[in-house]
């Protein structure tokens, strides 16, 4: 019913910047909450950045002040900016988002399939 498609990962050096993309498509009424997760090797996947339908987010203390998460809802798009990337951001990072289809009454989280970032020291 709904399918989450990220871009935007690659390789990068420590210090550079990222912008990861994740676009909703299919039967949408509403998208709630909006969230990048990542993944890296050997740890448990771990919240990134949030952002509600009123544009209010919150941030891992990991990436504040570095990773800025927005949305834009005509597009049905979550953006996560990177900026002064760490090797320790190496991960694969997970779009979220909590949907309202047509014809339904509630919400249903969904995931992307994840985009690798790489960053090199």
């Known amino acids: 019913q709904v399918q989450l498609v990220e871009s935007g990962g690659g390789l990068v050096q420590a210090g550079g910047s990222l912008r990861l993309s994740c676009a909703a498509s299919g039967s949408i009424r509403s998208i709630n909450r909006m969230a990048w997760y990542r993944q890296a090797p050997g740890k448990q996947r771990e919240l990134v950045a949030a952002?509600?339908?009123?544009?209010?987010?919150n941030y891992a203390n990991s990436v504040k002040g570095r990773f800025t998460i927005s949305r834009d809802n005509a597009k049905n798009t979550v953006y996560l900016q990177m900026n002064t990337l760490k090797p320790e951001d190496t991960a694969v990072y997970y779009c979220?988002?909590?949907?309202?289809?047509?014809?339904?009454?509630?919400?249903?989280?969904?995931w992307g399939q994840g985009t690798q970032v790489a960053v090199s020291s």
């Open positions: 952002i509600t339908s009123g544009a209010n987010t």
């Open positions: 979220n988002a909590g949907v309202v289809g047509w014809g339904k009454r509630n919400e249903y989280e969904y």
